[in-house]
Structure formats: structure tokens, C-alpha cells
T-cell receptor, first 115, second 111 residues
């Protein structure tokens, strides 16, 4: 696609529920990143995929968070047993080759609200 | 890992004045420093970047300077316009190749 697409743009869920957030990167970009942005803060790294594999998941806050990228394109961020503290904008970015931070293109994000 | 500090957190200027935002970083191996502009409810957009082999880069009204010895870099916006109002984030890429962002600066340009 022409840009990084994230769906849904907004998600409201009840505490304890399971949610899935989807990211469709720019076609051909091998690297994909998930970041979380809380109100008034900069984006914080969650996980980095190179192709199908998670090259670095050190930013995932706990085992309720999991992400997959089974075919090396679309990625899904999964959050189990959501908590109010999970409320944030979840940003996805992709880049052509990964590493070094060059060429990131961000999606518009999914605003998750846990009530 | 990399730690990026950004100042000030808010900045208000009159239209036509200059604005300067400063960042420091911790990882001496960092070699790439992008700046992003984020308007309310929108995605961060890259506005300028600098690599460690240069000290300054300009693009029209925007410039970035880098001092590797002191581990700090700055964004300079000249002749500010109301449409420059947004949150600006600096970032660094250290030896772990991840972008680490500062906390952001809310720039308000008053007409």
C-alpha cells in the first residue's frame, strides 16, 4: 500500500477483555515496529520484526502482550486481559530493511481505551 | 540502552520568531538522529534527520545541529508560522538499532 495502515483507528474495550490491533505495512518493507504512546509522552518501543520473526520483543511490558507477523507482512498486536493502564495510542511503523532507524514510516495509530 | 532527554516540554513563540528545541542522548554509539512532528491526533512525521558524520543540516526553515562530543543535538526553526504549531519529538538510534524518543516539545506559534 501507499502507507502504513492501522485498524481499527479507535477501540474501546472493557477491562479484562482481549483485543487485537492490526498493522499493514508498506509493501516490501521487511522491518516492522510497534510502539506505544501514552498521553503527553513520546512513543515507546514494544517489538521489532524482521520478516516473520520477532528480532526484539524487549519492550513488551508483560506476558499479556504478544505480537505476530506470520507471513512477513501484516502484523497483529494482541493484548489479553486488558487493564486501564493499557490505554494509549499504539503506533506501527515499517522500514525497508530494518535496523539503524532509517526510513521509518508511521501509521496513524490505534487509540485503545480500556474502561 | 539509549536514553534521550528533550527540553523544553513547552515552547511558545510569536510568529516570525525562531524556535530551538534541544536534546541530549546517552549512547555514544548512536549515529542517527531524526526529528518528528506530530499534530494532534495524527501520526509522527519525519521532518529532518542527521547522521553522526555531519555537524549540521538545513532544509529551508529547519536546521538540525549535532555535537557528538557533548552528545546533544538541536532543532532550529526560523521564521515560525502558525502551522508549525505541533509536538516535536527528537529521537536517537543507538547500538540496539531501536528508535528511542524524547518526551516531546509542544510548540505553539502565536499569530
Amino acid at each position: 500500500g501507499a502507507g502504513v495502515s492501522q485498524t481499527p483507528s479507535n477501540k474501546v474495550t472493557e477491562k479484562g477483555k482481549y483485543v487485537e490491533l492490526r498493522c499493514d505495512p508498506i509493501s516490501g518493507h521487511t522491518a516492522l515496529y510497534w510502539y506505544r504512546q501514552s498521553l503527553g509522552q513520546g512513543p515507546e518501543f514494544l517489538i521489532y520484526f524482521q520478516g516473520t520473526g520477532a528480532a526484539d520483543d524487549s519492550g513488551l511490558p508483560n506476558d499479556r502482550f504478544f505480537a505476530v507477523r506470520p507471513e512477513g507482512s501484516v502484523s497483529t498486536l494482541k493484548i489479553q486481559r486488558t487493564e486501564r493502564g493499557d490505554s494509549a495510542v499504539y503506533l506501527c511503523a515499517s522500514s525497508p530493511t530494518g535496523g539503524q532507524g532509517y526510513g521509518y514510516t508511521f501509521g496513524s495509530g490505534t487509540r485503545l481505551t480500556v474502561v | 540502552g539509549e536514553n534521550v532527554e528533550q527540553h523544553p516540554s513547552t515552547l511558545s513563540v510569536q510568529e516570525g520568531d525562531s524556535a530551538v528545541i534541544k536534546c541530549t542522548y546517552s549512547d555514544s554509539a548512536s549515529n542517527y538522529f531524526p526529528w518528528y512532528k506530530q499534530e494532534l491526533g495524527k501520526r509522527p512525521q519525519l521532518i529532518i534527520d542527521i547522521r553522526s558524520n555531519v555537524g549540521e543540516k538545513k532544509d529551508q526553515r529547519i536546521a538540525v545541529t549535532l555535537n557528538k562530543t557533548a552528545k546533544h543535538f538541536s532543532l532550529h526553526i526560523t521564521e515560525t508560522q502558525p502551522e508549525d504549531s505541533a509536538v516535536y519529538f527528537c529521537a536517537g538510534v543507538g547500538s540496539n538499532y531501536k528508535l528511542t524518543f524524547g518526551k516531546g516539545t509542544l510548540l505553539t506559534v502565536n499569530p
